[in-house]
C-alpha cells in the first residue's frame, strides 16, 4: 500500500491547480503531467517489491533507501549518464564506451548537482522537468491549430504511451522532445532564434535530433511558399535549421580533441551491436520463419515478442507518418518518417518502442482521430494498460526499450 501522505497529495492535485488560477495553457499540461507521473509512480512503487527481480544482468541499486529514486535513476542506461556527469566520457579500455551518449543531459546534470547535493536527483528533475515544458509547449502548439480539445488530447496521449516513463527516469528521450516540440512550435510563430536554440538542443541530446534540421528546412520552405511575396519569411529558417547539424559536429569536434574519433559516438555503438544496415534486412530477419515453421513457434511460446512488439510500433509510426505526408503536413510527417527509420537503420529492433515515443506529431494526428468516443476510448485504454505493464516491467529490470 502506499504511504497515506503520498496518496492524499495526489488527491489534492486538482484542488491545488484550481488555486493556482493558471491559465488552460499551463494547467491543462500541468495537470496530465502531475496525474500520469502519480500513476506511473505508484505502479512502480507497487510492483518493485512483488515481482521478483530479472535473473541477469544483476541488478545494482544506486539509491537502495528510496525505492522511486532508485526505479528511475539507476536502470540501464542511466548509470551512463550519471557516470558522464560525475567522471567525464569513457573510450577505450574496459567496459561500454560511454562516449555513444551525447552530452546535454551529462552537462544538465553536472550543472545542477550543486544545488541538489545528489546527480541523481539532478537528473530526475532536468529530465521531468524537460518533459513538463515539453507538454506545455506541445499544448500551446495544438491550441494554435486545432483548438484546446484536440490539445488536451495530445499531450494525455503522449504521457500515457506506453513507454512515456522513460521521460521521468534518467534518459535523454524529455530532452530531446522539448528541443523537437520548442523547435516547431516557435518556427511555426516565425521565431527563428528560438527555434534554432531549441533546434540545438535537441540535436545536443541524442544523435536522431539532426533529423530536426530538413524537418525545420521544410517547416521554412513550406511557409515562405505559403505566404505571399511581402510576407514571406526571412533566409534566418536555414541558419535554424543548421543548429541541430551544428551541435552535432560540435560534439564531434569534442570527441576528436579528445580521442581523436570525431566519430566515436557512432563507433561506440557497435558494441551494443548497432551498426548501419538496411531496415528491410533487420525486419526480413525477423520475419523468417522459425524452425518447425510459425504454428509451432506459436503454440510453444518460442515466438520473439520483443522484438515482436519494436517491429509493430515503429512499423504504426512509420504508417502514421506516411499519414502526415499524405495531409500535406510535411514537416509533421518527414520528422516522423526520419525519426523511425533512422534508429531502425542501426541494425537492431531493440528500444524501438522508446524511440518513437518523442515523436509527438503522431499524437496530435491521433488527438485529431480521438474526436470519435471510440477511437478515444481505446487509445486510453490501451495505452494506459501498456504503460502499466512497462513501468512494472522496467522497475524490476526487465527489458522494455
Not at 488527491?11 to 495553457?25: D, F, N, Q, V
Not at 546535454?104 to 547535493?117: E, F, K, N, R, V
Not at 528521450?173 to 536554440?197: C, K
Not at 533512422?342 to 485529431?368: C, E, K, T
Request: a neutral charge.
Amino acid at each position: 500500500m502506499l504511504p497515506e501522505r503520498y496518496t492524499a497529495t495526489v488527491r489534492k492535485i486538482p484542488e491545488i491547480l484550481s488555486h493556482l488560477r493558471l491559465p488552460p495553457r499551463i494547467a491543462v499540461p500541468l495537470l496530465a503531467f502531475l496525474l500520469t507521473r502519480a500513476g506511473i509512480a505508484a505502479v512502480a512503487y507497487l510492483a518493485e517489491p512483488l515481482i521478483v527481480d530479472a535473473p541477469a544482468p544483476p541488478p545494482y541499486h544506486i539509491r537502495p533507501d528510496n525505492l522511486l529514486l532508485d526505479v528511475f535513476g539507476s536502470r540501464w542506461d542511466t548509470g551512463f549518464y550519471l557516470s558522464i556527469a560525475d567522471e567525464g566520457y569513457r573510450y577505450g579500455g574496459p567496459g561500454l564506451p560511454s562516449v555513444a551518449f551525447f552530452p546535454l543531459l551529462p552537462l544538465l546534470i553536472h550543472a545542477l548537482t550543486p544545488m541538489t547535493g545528489d546527480p541523481l536527483v539532478a537528473g530526475l528533475l532536468v529530465t521531468n522537468l524537460a518533459l513538463l515544458g515539453a507538454a506545455i509547449l506541445l499544448y500551446r502548439l495544438v491550441e494554435d491549430e486545432h483548438g484546446d480539445e484536440v490539445a488536451t488530447r495530445s499531450v494525455w496521449y503522449l504521457l500515457i504511451f506506453p513507454t512515456s516513463f522513460f521521460g521521468s527516469a534518467i534518459y535523454s528521450e524529455s530532452l530531446f522532445l522539448l528541443g523537437a516540440v520548442g523547435a516547431m512550435t516557435f518556427a511555426r510563430r516565425g521565431d527563428w532564434p528560438l527555434a534554432a536554440l531549441f533546434g540545438f538542443a535537441a540535436g545536443f541530446s541524442r544523435l536522431v535530433g539532426a533529423v530536426m534540421a530538413p524537418v525545420l528546412a521544410v517547416e521554412w520552405w513550406v511557409q515562405r511558399q505559403q505566404a505571399p511575396p511581402e510576407r514571406r519569411t526571412s533566409w534566418g529558417g536555414l541558419a535554424a535549421a543548421a543548429a541541430p547539424l551544428a551541435a552535432t559536429c560540435g560534439y564531434s569536434v569534442y570527441l576528436w580533441s579528445v580521442f581523436g574519433n570525431p566519430l566515436a559516438f557512432a563507433h561506440a555503438s557497435s558494441a551494443w551491436g548497432r551498426v548501419p544496415r538496411s531496415p528491410l534486412a533487420t525486419v526480413g530477419e525477423l520475419l523468417s520463419p522459425p524452425a518447425g515453421g510459425w504454428w509451432s513457434a506459436i503454440a510453444a511460446g518460442r515466438l520473439p515478442l520483443d522484438n515482436w512488439v519494436d517491429l509493430i510500433a515503429v512499423l504504426s509510426f512509420l504508417i502514421l507518418g506516411c499519414v502526415l505526408l499524405g495531409q500535406r503536413r510535411w514537416s509533421e510527417g518527414l520528422l516522423v518518417v526520419l525519426g523511425s527509420l533512422v534508429p531502425l537503420s542501426s541494425g537492431l529492433l531493440m528500444s524501438q518502442r522508446r524511440y518513437i515515443w518523442v515523436l509527438f506529431p503522431v499524437f496530435v494526428l491521433l488527438a485529431r482521430w480521438g474526436e470519435r468516443v471510440w477511437v478515444d476510448r481505446a487509445l486510453n485504454l490501451g495505452f494506459i494498460l501498456g504503460l502499466a505493464l512497462f513501468t512494472a516491467l522496467f522497475a524490476n529490470w526487465y527489458w522494455v526499450g
